[in-house]
């Protein structure tokens, strides 16, 4: 039977998201909640997020976060890690896969985050 491989634009992950995923661009922000540990929002959904950080964090494991506007004050956000994996050509980064916490604090400064994102498409059709 032929091998067949992923497009490198989709993720072995995508299959199992409930939500489709939406680009940031920078206009979304996200920091851990504790300690100073950097991190970049690479994307987000009603469901969760995907981040890249220079901290590796293994599955099951959850943490708090910062999500933001540029400028604005942040919003705690509880999201448990599905997957972490080292990114391609860096020796230092991860890329990782989080599922929001279904706190009722959470979805809402989800949903208030990704609404912004959602309603543009409206406009770019």
């Not at 997020?49 to 705690?76: C, H, M, N």
Request: proline share 8%.
């Amino acid at each position: 039977m032929p091998r067949r491989s992923v497009p490198p634009s989709t993720s072995a992950h995508t299959s199992e998201r409930a939500f489709p995923r939406l680009q940031v661009e920078g206009r979304l922000l996200i920091a851990f909640a504790e300690g100073h540990n950097p991190a970049w929002l690479m994307d987000i959904s009603l469901g969760g997020f995907a981040i890249q950080t220079a901290q590796q964090v293994q599955p099951d494991e959850f943490y708090l976060f910062w999500l933001s506007k540029p400028g604005e004050e942040g919003r705690l956000v509880s999201a448990r890690a599905v997957y972490c994996t080292p990114m391609p050509r860096s020796a230092t980064g991860y890329a990782s896969g989080w599922a929001a916490n279904g706190d009722e604090a959470t979805q809402s400064a989800i949903e208030e985050a990704v609404a912004p994102l959602t309603s543009k498409l409206h406009f770019d059709l």
